[in-house]
């Protein structure tokens, strides 16, 4: 297991668009800044076929203790990011290891000239 960047995220997009790589580097970086700022304002953002991305409060924790000092603090509440996978991607983890094999295919969908990716529709 490893570690996919930002980077090589958008060579992905380039090297399956056909566009330049400055290109693709710009759409990558769009396409995050755009989430972020949905998450920022609390918005829910769904991609079908993925995953589900929202933000969440936590509760005030009036009564915590810090383990080194043992000195009880207080928590205030604040605000998370979660992340829940969609079914496509769920069913995909929770496939055992050895079924995992590495194949030619690209992990990003292509599109047909008819506009459809390569996605199958989600029920």
Known sequence: MGTTTKKELALLVSEETGCKKNLASEMVDTVFEAMRESLMKAERIEIRGFGV???????????????????????????????????????????????????????????????????????
Do not use: C, M, W
Not at 62 to 82: D, E, F, L, S
Not at 95 to 123: C, I, K, V, Y
């Open 53 to 123: 991305f929202q933000v969440k409060e936590t509760r005030p924790k009036p009564a915590a203790r810090n383990p080194r000092t043992g000195q009880v603090i207080y928590v205030p509440a604040r605000r998370k990011t979660h992340f829940r996978p969609g079914k496509l991607l769920k069913e995909e983890l929770h496939r055992p290891a050895d079924q995992h094999l590495e194949t030619e295919q690209s992990p990003l969908p292509t599109q047909d000239a008819g506009g459809s990716t390569g996605f199958a529709p989600e029920n």
